[in-house]
């Protein structure tokens, strides 16, 4: 089957609903953890996105490349993921939804330097600066001179960006072998089964009745904001779409705004500029090199 043609147009509006699906799906994970434990939301998170996505990957691949897969490679990302999805959720629980976003935006610079360790990519000086300033803008949000979000909660965030950065680089890495549906379904697998242990043995929380359709909702928006922003990247340009992430930051502000009644204070606004801005800069560097290795 031939890929869809590319269109940019198109792909930027499914790329801005795929933000808004996974803005979604974290106001619903905070709204649930003010009830069950964040080992429990990531496992029921993972469950409940589960049916969908295997739908989607059996429709698409079939079932037999799902099992074509790295094991290995596989088990430590979803290690990482237990991890990331544990911490962010814990975080989750005590700052606002955009005040997370803004400390996790941190996750693009972490993911350029560990390519070099990792992947052995050269980072110039122009974006080891970038990274620099992205990080000053994260101790700007921070605030750590008194009053602000550092403390367990910040730095549950930060642990869940590298924990991101880290999934970021083994994906690279199993996206020459295995496909984007089986790397899907088997984080999903693994995080529900790992995450759902770590809270069977730690004191499970009875579900509420009233929070299945919260619980099914959060799978559903998870489904489609991993569908959508895979159908974004098949059909646009990847450095065209990447900064567009960052328009998660306008869904969670209005989430914060409508069901929690917060906004962030300016320094947490100052250092969400530093770090956007560093980011782009970072995007447009890695496109001018990427375009220099073509030449």
Same mark, same amino acid.
């Given at each position: 089957?031939?890929?869809?043609?590319r !269109?940019?147009? /198109?792909?930027?509006?499914?790329?801005? @609903? $795929?933000?808004?699906?996974?803005?979604?799906?974290?106001?619903?994970?905070?709204?649930? !953890?003010? /009830?069950?434990?964040p080992? +429990?939301?990531?496992?029921?998170?993972?469950? &409940?996105?589960?049916?969908? #996505?295997?739908t989607?990957?059996?429709a698409?691949?079939?079932?037999?490349?799902?099992? /074509? @897969?790295?094991?290995?490679?596989?088990?430590?990302r979803?290690?990482?993921?237990?991890?990331?999805?544990?911490?962010f959720?814990?975080?989750?629980?005590?700052?606002?939804?955009?005040?997370a =976003?803004?400390?996790?935006?941190?996750?693009?610079? *972490?993911?350029t330097? %560990?390519?070099?360790?990792?992947?052995?990519e050269?980072?110039?000086?122009?974006r080891?600066?970038?990274? #620099?300033?992205?990080?000053?803008?994260?101790?700007?949000?921070?605030?750590?001179s008194?009053?602000?979000?550092?403390?367990?909660?910040?730095?549950?965030?930060? *642990?869940?960006?590298?924990? =991101?950065?880290?999934?970021?680089?083994?994906?690279?890495v199993?996206?020459?072998?295995?496909?984007? +549906?089986?790397?899907?379904?088997?984080?999903? @697998?693994? @995080?529900?089964?790992?995450?759902?242990?770590?809270?069977?043995a730690?004191?499970?929380?009875?579900?509420?009745?009233?929070?299945?359709?919260?619980?099914?909702?959060?799978?559903?928006?998870?489904? *489609?904001? +991993?569908?959508?922003?895979?159908?974004?990247?098949i059909?646009?340009? &990847?450095?065209? %779409? &990447?900064?567009?992430e960052?328009?998660?930051?306008?869904?969670t502000?209005?989430?914060?705004?409508?069901?929690?009644?917060?906004?962030?204070?300016? +320094?947490?606004?100052?250092?969400? $500029?530093?770090?956007?801005?560093?980011? %782009?800069?970072?995007?447009?560097?890695? /496109?001018?090199?990427?375009?220099a290795?073509?030449?």
């Open positions: 089957m031939s890929p869809p043609p !269109s940019n147009t /198109r792909a930027i509006l499914t790329m801005l @609903v $795929a933000t808004g699906f996974f803005a979604l799906m974290d106001g619903g994970m905070k709204l649930l !953890s003010a /009830r069950y434990p080992f +429990q939301v990531a496992a029921l998170r993972s469950a &409940a996105s589960l049916p969908l #996505v295997l989607w990957a059996c698409t691949t079939g079932w037999r490349t799902l099992l /074509r @897969v790295r094991w290995p490679l596989h088990l430590l979803s290690l990482i993921g237990i991890l990331m999805l544990g911490a959720v814990y975080a989750l629980k005590r700052m606002p939804l955009s005040s =976003y803004t400390i996790s935006f941190v996750a693009p610079m *972490l993911i330097a %560990l390519s070099v360790p990792f992947l052995g050269r980072v110039g000086p122009r080891w600066t970038a990274i #620099v300033v992205g990080f000053v803008g994260v101790l700007v949000a921070l605030r750590p008194g009053g602000g979000m550092i403390g367990i909660a910040g730095l549950a965030v930060l *642990l869940a960006a590298l924990g =991101y950065a880290v999934s970021a680089i083994t994906v690279r199993l996206a020459r072998t295995d496909s984007t +549906q089986a790397m899907v379904t088997w984080l999903l @697998v693994l @995080v529900a089964l790992g995450a759902g242990g770590i809270s069977l730690t004191g499970w929380i009875a579900i509420e009745r009233s929070d299945g359709w919260l619980i099914c909702g959060v799978g559903v928006v998870g489904a *489609l904001g +991993q569908y959508t922003i895979t159908e974004a990247f059909r646009g340009d &990847a450095s065209l %779409l &990447a900064p567009l960052y328009t998660a930051l306008a869904w502000l209005i989430l914060d705004f409508c069901l929690w009644g917060v906004l962030p204070g300016t +320094q947490t606004w100052v250092g969400a $500029a530093i770090i956007v801005a560093s980011g %782009l800069y970072l995007l447009r560097r890695e /496109r001018v090199h990427v375009e290795e073509h030449l």
